[in-house]
Structure formats: structure tokens, C-alpha cells
T-cell receptor, first 112, second 111 residues
Framework: DAKTTQPPSMDCAEGRAANLPCNHSTISGNEYVYWYRQIHSQGPQYIIHGLKNNETNEMASLIITEDRKSSTLILPHATLRDTAVYYCIVRVVYNAGNMLTFGGGTRLMVKP | EAEVAQSPRYKITEKSQAVAFWCDPISGHATLYWYRQILGQGPELLVQFQDESVVDDSQLPKDRFSAERLKGVDSTLKIQPAELGDSAMYLC?????????FGSGTRLTVV
């Protein structure tokens, strides 16, 4: 699976949008971009994933650049409960045998 | 919502003792993973099962760690003997074609 690069930490004001970037310049055509987050002392939680098009669900939006070499996870109205480590992962989907390879992630601190 | 169950939630053990962790994946998920997460780092894969078979255990320290999934459902990860450096969160995840769900993990402290 392709390697990803994320900033180690970010701050965001409560109620504002949090934009978390991820670089994946060596991504292959059949690899999807996944985002997970991990709140302190809990297991990672799935947020969203996408291939080429932008995706949105009840938790977040995922913006993938046209060349697919980078993406941004957007939490539109960050709350204190969104404070967590966010992991960007690329992997081939539709193959349950492909594991998730985690990097260091971005530690997002939402401040009042 | 279906969950991956892990127990115990916390475990304190003395070095050189044996310790075991249990995981019950989401029903129907053939793939099961054990990850280890050292404080401040991302999770690292230890072992991957497909049904009852080990698919990848290249990162499992086999001199002291063992994992089994005898009936292709729940799984046990064992450490014997435990060392101070084994202190970490041990996470279990199960998945299908579309994604993975993680359990809450077992926090191991070796003293």
C-alpha cells in the first residue's frame, strides 16, 4: 500500500471547520483513500473513504485532488469531541485480505 | 450496531508471566487482525487471519507471541513470557470487503 504523509498536529477552534491534509503521491489507480480516527484510549473508528470523487457522510467530507496525490478530510463544524488522532490510509478495497497500514496520523486538538 | 468485542479491557501483569487477550469479531467477518499500538504511535499489524488460517504473521514475535482462531470465529492472542516492552494497547479488528471495525482494545501494562 502507498505511504501517506500527514502533519503531526493541528489545532482548530470549536465550531469552525477542521481541514486535515494528507499526501499520498505514490497512490495506485486501484487504491482508495481511507480515513480513521482514534479518540484517546479507544480503537480506531472509520470515518470515510473514497477513490476519485469527493465523498460526504454524516461525519465528514473527503476532498481528493484530480491527480489523486493528496486529499483533505473536512469536519465542517468541529466540536470538542472531535479531538483525536486522525489517520489517512490508502489501500486496495474489495479485498478483505488487504490490511490497513497506519502512519503516525494527525493529532487534532479542538479548542473552545 | 455490530461491534468487535475484546477482553479484558485492562491487564496488569508481571514480567515473565503469561497473558492472554480475547477477541470476538463481528458475525460473518472472515478476516481478523491483531494490532499492537505503543503509546504515541499508530497501530502495527501483528497477525492476520482469514477464517481459521493465518495469512500474515511476519511481524509477530514468535518466540513469545502466539495467536489462534480455532473455529474461524473468536481469537486469542497470547504472550509468554511477557516483557516490559510489551506494554501497549492490543487491538483486534474484523473486516469484510468494504472496511474494518476495531474493538476498544486491551491495555497491557507489564511491571
Amino acid at each position: 500500500d502507498a505511504k501517506t504523509t500527514q502533519p503531526p498536529s493541528m489545532d482548530c477552534a470549536e465550531g469552525r471547520a477542521a481541514n486535515l491534509p494528507c499526501n499520498h503521491s505514490t497512490i495506485s489507480g486501484n487504491e482508495y483513500v481511507y480515513w480513521y480516527r482514534q479518540i484517546h484510549s479507544q480503537g480506531p473508528q472509520y470515518i470515510i473513504h473514497g477513490l476519485k470523487n469527493n465523498e460526504t457522510n454524516e461525519m465528514a467530507s473527503l476532498i481528493i485532488t484530480e491527480d489523486r496525490k493528496s486529499s483533505t478530510l473536512i469536519l465542517p463544524h468541529a466540536t470538542l469531541r472531535d479531538t483525536a488522532v486522525y489517520y489517512c490510509i490508502v489501500r486496495v478495497v474489495y479485498n478483505a485480505g488487504n490490511m490497513l497500514t497506519f502512519g503516525g496520523g494527525t493529532r487534532l486538538m479542538v479548542k473552545p | 450496531e455490530a461491534e468487535v468485542a475484546q477482553s479484558p479491557r485492562y491487564k496488569i501483569t508481571e514480567k515473565s508471566q503469561a497473558v492472554a487477550f480475547w477477541c470476538d469479531p463481528i458475525s460473518g467477518h472472515a478476516t481478523l487482525y491483531w494490532y499492537r499500538q505503543i503509546l504515541g504511535q499508530g497501530p502495527e499489524l501483528l497477525v492476520q487471519f482469514q477464517d481459521e488460517s493465518v495469512v500474515d504473521d511476519s511481524q509477530l514475535p514468535k518466540d513469545r507471541f502466539s495467536a489462534e482462531r480455532l473455529k474461524g470465529v473468536d481469537s486469542t492472542l497470547k504472550i509468554q513470557p511477557a516483557e516490559l516492552g510489551d506494554s501497549a494497547m492490543y487491538l483486534c479488528a474484523s473486516g469484510d470487503l468494504y472496511g474494518y471495525t476495531f474493538g476498544s482494545g486491551t491495555r497491557l501494562t507489564v511491571v
